[in-house]
Structure formats: C-alpha cells, structure tokens
C-alpha cells in the first residue's frame, strides 16, 4: 500500500531573461492599469507590429514601460486578446522551421522572438491557481497550436538527438525549456486544475517520458560532474526540466506515465547511485537536484502504480546511505528550502511508501536505523520531513525505543495537526501527507503507552477523532475506529465515549451497517463491536456485551463452564498476518484429535459473543505472539479478555527474537512460552515449553493437574500426557505403582489405549521405561 508523493516547496531557479527592463520582470511593478487601459495598450502594441512601428519581438519591452501586471491578463478579454493569438501564430512558425529545417537556422531576430515568447507564456502560465476561473486557463492552454509540433521536437530528441547535440542551438533549447515550463505550471496542489481537462496536452507527457528514457538522458546523467556548480543548458534540460514536467502531472493517467518510466529508471538508478555515492561528502546542488528528479520518478511511480519500487536491496542501502550523510543533514535546521532538503524529502517519501508492505518493512527493520530517523526529526524546520520520518518511526520502532524518546509530546502534537489539517482539506491531504497516511501512522503509535498518554493528554475530548469518525467511510474511517478502539482500553476514553452520545449513536450504526459484508466493511463493525463491548465492559464492571448488546452475567457464564468438561481443548487467538503458520498449528491439533477454535476465515469478522463464547469455552487459549497481534485491538481484546477469565494461557513466540511489550509483555511476563521460530515446525509442534520444575519440592500425593503436566512435558514424556489427563498427584502415584508391579501387563494396557484414543501415537518401550525410572526417583524423595 503507497501514499503521497515527494512533492515539497521546491527551490527554484530565476529564469533569464533577454529584454532589458529596469527590475528584470514585467509583472513586479508596483502601480498597474485597469482593463480597459490594459486592453487598449495591448491593441496599440498589435498596431504597433502589424504597421512595422514595432518589431514582434520587443512586446516585451512594451508591456514593461506600461507596467503590466500579469493578473490583469487572466481575464477572457485579454487572455484572448489578438497580441496573445498573434504570439502563438508567431511561435508555431519559428518551432516549424527549428524543428523541420536540415540546415537553416534561426537568425538572432527570431531567437529573441522565440525566447520573448517562451517566457511570456511561462509567466502566465505560473500565474494560475484555483481561484483562476476555469474557462481562462482552459482556453489559454488548449488554443495553443504549438502543442503538436513540440511533441515533434520532444521526439526527434529522443530518437536522434535533434537540436541537442549540437553547441549552436543551445540557446533555443533553453527557449523551449521555458515554453514546456508553460504546461507544467498547468496543475494546482488543490487539484482544481488539471491538464486532463485538456487531452491535447497529454501526448507532451508522451513524448517527454520517452526522452527521459533515451539513451541521451543516461549519457547525460552519467557526464555530469561531480563538482558542477550549475547545470549547461542541456543538462538543466534533461536532468531538471523533463523530470520535473513528468513529476508535476499528478493526473488521472499518472500511473500510465510513471509505468512507462518504471522499469528502466529502477535499473538506472542504481547506476547513478553507484556513480555518484563515491563522492557524497562533495555533492553540489545540480547532482543533487538530478539525482532528486530520478527519486522522485521513482516515488511517484510507487504511489501511482502500487509498486514499491524501493523494494531492491541495493536502493535502500544506498538512500540510507545519504540520510546518514551529515553534510547533507546539516541544511535540514535552515527554514530556507535547500536541495539537499528536497531530496532528503524525496527519499523519506520513499521510505515512507515502503512501511506498508510487509516485506520491505522488515528489510527497513534488519538495519540499524533508528538513529538516522531520530535525527532528522530532531533537526528538520519542516514539518513534513518530520513526520514522514514519524511515519517511518512508527512502523519500526519498538516499546523499549518508544519509551527511551523524549519527544512523544511533539510526536502526538504533528499528528494531531496534520489529521486536524487534512481533514479541513478538500483533498483530504496536508502538505502532501494524505489523511489515510497520517491515520495509519497513527494506528501504530497509539499502541505505545507514551504516545496514548499524549493523545489523551491533547485530545481526551476525542474531539478530533471523532470528526473523523462523522465525516470518513473506507479505509479512513476504518483506521480510526481501530485508534479509537485502542484508546477505549483505557478508562478515561471508555469513560469520554459513554459521555458522548452522537459518538456512540454513530458508533452503534457503524456496528450493525449492512455493509459489513465487505472486508471493509466487516472491518469497520467489527471495530465499532469491539468498542461498544469495551465501554460495555467498563458500564457494567468487566461484563461482556452478546450480539444483543444484552451483558452476559457472571451467574450465567459459569453454568456454562462450570461442572463439566469445556467444549474446546483449545482456542487459537492471532493476528492475520500470522494465519499461515496459526492454521498449521490449528490442523495439527485437530488431527492428533484435540478440539479447536479458530477463525479461520475472517479473522475481523467475528462479533463479540463470539470471541467471549471461545475463551469461555476453551480449557487453553492460545496466543500467536507477534507485532501483528500486539498493535491489533482484536487481539488485545481476545488477550485481555482471557486474562480476565482467568482461561489458562500458552504464548506462541512466532517470529525471530520476538520479545513481547506493552500490554501483551504484562499479560505473559510470567508465562511459559513455545518459540516456533527457534526450531522446524514438527519439532517445535512437539516438545512444550521447559516448566519453573516446582513440582519437585512437593510431595507426588500432593501434585495439581498441572505439576503432573509439567512433569511429563520436561521429561519428554509427551504419548502420557494424552493418557494422564486429568490426572493428579495421587492418581498418577497409583499408575505408577501398577506399572511398577505389573510392567508388561501395564505396558501393553496402555499401549492399546493410547492406539485407540489417539490414532496418530503410540507409546514406546523407551519412554515407558523412562516413566518408571523418573517416577522412582521422585519416590525416593518422598
């Protein structure tokens, strides 16, 4: 799962202009002229041009002595005005013959005329925003008929070299840099305009993309110095332009351009890495900002196209690499944007992007990076740089980590102003980070004692939450059930809900909706349950809520259980990631002829009444301890609620070195535990966990039912444990005394009755003797 894109207050280059004015543009005059006086000296520079009076190219000049200001041009009258038409008929002319003709060159006149131009264009087109009225920038981008013969130009580059190569044409390059400038600046942030509003314009994103993947792009790329301290004009072209025309489309078919780009950029980039990482310590700013634009293709590609192009060991080692890099670092405290800042901000966007998949977030997770994430939060002046770095944090951060950081008020405060901002955006998005994004970073973090103290330090009206709640469906709406329900563990929240009542009118809907026959939507009741039995819980003192909402007394819970065997042997309690390895387990005890309950097919699914009814009905829960089941409210549910029935536990340690904290360390810090990653599976299916052995310093006639288990399980006794069942001290005295007296009668007794009961076991020679000589130690004891 992707979010966002790099996208960031980029530091920008001034564009050189030919005309002589007295402060180097045309719009920055203080005093400007109404329309009609706008409109009459724009008619008089067309007089001016068609009677020769003036020549074309020095409009310019004249619309700076009357101090023009551009935002009087974004009228209909004027954008459409017969200087603005002259100027596109003027332009399609003089890219014809640049574009067409073998041999003949622009003269100095039309080179002045085509950079004029050019830059005019540009400047309008900058001007745009979402207070522009549609029809303006409609008109103004899709009347203009150079668009078919740019494309041309874009292509003869890619597949020659045109106008490129050679050192003479350089400064028309640079022209027609300005004038693709033009379309670039046609998106706003908010989305309100859009170059898909005009699909004349899309095959130019065509044609560029395909530049970017010529062979000059890499050439170009792999000549530039590492000690350049400005771009040449073709290189600001290829390296900074192009990209970044293809990085600002952020339209409906963004994912069919960034595709195009994705499978040879993936591979170049590593090659530029590898070039230019050797010289990191020296880095100027056109390296930088060339090798920013391939991230950010790279980025952009993962967000739109759900790939996580990131994924490439070697890519993550070599970005980490740069975050390390205090040089680089050290522009992070400046408020002014830098381009070591922007492509800091591109790599974490990157990062980020990755956190949500599984796979690559274990890569993240195997190096020693927590450090680097720190540091960059503590000295970033960007916000959003800090909390895609939050974003990354949360998702690899443990307990003992959460808990050693002194920021976890700053933590909570970015997000809770992020999620306040986002959802007062139409976009549903701050400053780049959407709203989905800042919910499941989160949906993590809350699980940390640290952070969950913040929140209700910040926001223990759930004021904030609960907009969300009223006014998201989906995914969003999803992740901030799952926060809210995380929060109600603790009494205050729980006590803040039952308080609100709109809240919990909405909440009761959420829990019944009929679309919870969707994952989505069985996810959402499945949460908004979860909520109401834990308020439910604190209401009546810990009692348990059924389908009815009706609470489920003690009395009752304890004719269900009491005075006969329990339904299940065992229950299974996980979380989905962890079902392959859970269900395994589940199979293996079914077949060897236990009763289990499980679910099995939809693991967010399950109503309340029917989680309570498995662990009041199971003799063992079992609990499949991962990261997974500690962040997930359904398990902690599950976890506590066994706790509370005082359900005998077993953890199963799945993972690699998992060591359990927060709520599920308390729930088993005194617990026994099967680590299924230490050894295979049928090993570790087989032997239990090694007892505290205090069964040996009490007499055998004395023994519970479990010191009998205990002392069968360490002596690896384990075809007994299923014929001893239910046996204590005394009774497991008695066999052993009948064994001892009668051993080959006994043997073959409960040989047969081991075959009988357990179809998959039988007991042997060894172990039976075994069971004899520890049984006659003990007795030694006694």
Not at 37 to 48: A, E, L, Y
Not at 77 to 85: M, R, T
Request: hydrophobic residues 40%; glycine residues 4%; proline residues 4%.
């Amino acid at each position: 799962m992707g979010f966002g894109c790099s996208k960031i207050d980029q530091p920008t280059n001034s564009i050189q202009r030919l005309s002589i004015t007295s402060n180097g543009s045309i719009f920055s005059a203080a005093s400007h002229t109404t329309h009609a006086t706008t409109k009459n000296i724009m008619d008089n520079i067309v007089h001016d041009i068609d009677t020769e009076q003036l020549k074309l190219n020095a409009f310019y000049i004249r619309l700076t002595e009357n101090k023009i200001k551009i935002k009087q041009l974004l009228e209909p009258v004027l954008i459409n005005h017969e200087l603005i038409v002259l100027l596109k008929k003027r332009l399609v002319s003089i890219l014809e013959k640049w574009n067409l003709s073998p041999t003949e060159q622009l003269d100095q006149t039309e080179k002045l005329t085509f950079r004029n131009i050019a830059i005019f264009f540009s400047e309008i087109a900058e001007r745009f925003n979402s207070d522009t009225p549609p029809t303006i920038y409609r008109t103004f981008l899709s009347s203009m008929p150079c668009i078919s013969i740019m494309q041309q130009c874009l292509d003869n580059m890619a597949a020659d070299g045109k106008h490129m190569t050679d050192p003479h044409d350089q400064y028309n390059l640079e022209s027609f840099s300005y004038l693709l400038n033009t379309f670039r600046s046609f998106d706003t942030s908010s989305g309100d305009h859009s170059i898909d509003e005009i699909p004349s314009i899309f095959p130019l994103l065509i044609s560029v993309s395909d530049l970017i993947r010529s062979k000059y792009y890499k050439q170009t790329f792999l000549n530039l110095s590492h000690d350049a301290n400005e771009f040449t004009i073709l290189e600001r072209f290829l390296l900074e332009r192009c990209p970044g025309f293809v990085n600002a489309y952020k339209g409906k078919r963004s994912s069919e351009i960034h595709n195009r780009l994705l499978e040879q950029l993936f591979d170049q980039s590593v090659e530029f890495l590898e070039y230019f990482l050797p010289n990191v310590q020296t880095w100027t700013s056109p390296v930088i900002l060339a090798l920013t634009h391939v991230i950010d293709i790279m980025v952009n590609a993962s967000s739109s196209a759900q790939t996580h192009i990131f994924q490439h060991p070697k890519i993550i080692e070599y970005v980490l690499i740069i975050l390390c890099n205090q040089r680089l670092c050290s522009k992070l405290p400046s408020k002014q944007m830098t381009p070591e800042t922007w492509l800091i901000n591109s790599i974490l966007t990157g990062l980020h992007n990755m956190i949500y998949d599984s796979k690559l977030l274990a890569i993240i997770q195997q190096k020693t990076v927590t450090s680097i994430f720190l540091n960059i939060t503590s000295i970033s002046s960007y916000d959003r740089i800090r909390i895609h770095a939050y974003l990354i944090l949360a998702g690899i951060l443990n307990e003992a980590e959460i808990k050693q950081l002194n920021n976890a008020k700053e933590i909570t405060t970015v997000f809770l102003i992020y999620l306040t901002k986002a959802m007062q955006s139409p976009d549903r998005m701050f400053r780049g980070v959407p709203l989905i994004a800042i919910l499941c970073g989160l949906k993590t973090l809350v699980q940390h004692d640290e952070i969950k103290s913040e929140m209700l330090a910040q926001n223990g009206n759930l004021e904030t939450l609960s907009t969300v709640i009223f006014k998201s469906n989906g995914q969003e709406l999803a992740h901030a059930l799952s926060i809210l329900w995380t929060l109600s563990f603790e009494k205050n929240v729980a006590l803040a809900i039952i308080k609100n009542d709109k809240l919990i009118s909405r909440i009761q809907i959420l829990a019944t909706e009929t679309t919870s026959n969707t994952q989505i939507g069985s996810t959402i009741s499945s949460a908004a349950q979860g909520i109401l039995w834990q308020i439910q819980g604190e209401k009546e003192n810990g009692k348990v809520v059924n389908e009815s909402d009706e609470p489920v007394s003690s009395s009752n819970k304890d004719r269900k259980t009491s005075g006969k065997t329990k339904k299940y042997d065992l229950m299974i309690s996980y979380a989905h990631d962890d079902k392959e390895l859970c269900h395994r387990i589940a199979d293996q005890l079914i077949r060897d002829g236990f009763s289990v309950w499980i679910d099995k097919n939809n693991m967010t699914g399950s109503t309340p009444a029917a989680i309570a009814d498995g662990i009041e009905n199971s003799e063992i829960v079992l609990l499949g301890m991962t990261y997974s089941y500690k962040i997930s409210p359904w398990c902690q549910r599950e976890g506590n609620y066994a706790f509370q029935r005082q359900t005998k536990i077993i953890p199963l340690k799945l993972p690699p070195a998992y060591s359990p904290d927060g709520w599920l360390g308390l729930l088993v810090s005194n617990l026994n535990y099967i680590n299924f990653s230490k050894f295979d599976f049928s090993a570790e299916y087989v032997y239990p966990p090694q007892s505290n052995g205090l069964y040996a310093t009490i007499p055998i006639q004395n023994w519970s039912q479990q010191h009998v288990i205990d002392f069968m399980n360490d002596k690896k006794l384990y075809p007994l444990i299923l014929l001893c069942k239910g046996m204590d001290g005394a009774a497991l005295y008695q066999l052993y005394t009948f064994c001892n007296d009668n051993p080959t009668v006994s043997f073959d007794s409960l040989q047969k009755k081991l075959e009988k009961k357990f179809n998959n076991y039988d007991l042997s020679p060894i172990e039976y003797t075994i069971f004899i000589s520890e049984m006659k130690k003990l007795t030694i004891l006694v």
